[in-house]
């Protein structure tokens, strides 16, 4: 299994996402997920009230008012919490890879999240300095195979040496 600048805790994440410097990614985000909730409020009618999107300002406003309600969660908050893999880490019992930057503008791991990482053998954890939002690329050497997607090729790497010592 592997992780690419995956959201772990979603709190944090989504409150780093709503900090002033993130706020064009919150409102793509956002506009995305409003345009999806449209869609399905145009093909399921009597299943989603399109005026449950009027006023949305935030991805925490969405997931409280959109995202908890037709998921069955009380609040964003509870959203947050019982849906975040932070919650389950302890119980991964297979080879799995998180890639995430340091400079990754939204991403967040909480300090007992990392202490939870730290302490699954079966979690192989690698931060970069710099990488951003999935943006992990290096430096390209064509003859070498090298194509300077750093993450695609660290994945590679790490299901290809999962895969043989599986067979051994």
Known sequence: MVGVSPAVDLAASAAALHEPANRFYERRFLRALLRRFRRKTMLFPRAFDPQMATGIASLRDFDDRITA????????????????????????????????????????????????????????????????????????????????????????RFILKQTVEDRQ
């Open 69 to 156: 309600l037709y998921s069955g969660f009380q609040s964003a908050e509870d959203y947050y919490d019982r849906a975040a893999a932070a919650r389950v880490l302890d119980r991964i019992a297979v080879p799995t890879l998180i890639l995430h930057a340091a400079d990754d503008p939204f991403i967040r791991f909480t300090a007992e999240t990392r202490a939870k990482i730290a302490a699954n053998p079966y979690i192989t954890w690698l931060e970069t300095e710099h990488g951003g939002h999935c943006a992990f690329l290096g430096q390209a050497d064509h003859a070498a195979g090298d194509d300077g997607y750093w993450a695609e090729t660290t994945a590679l």
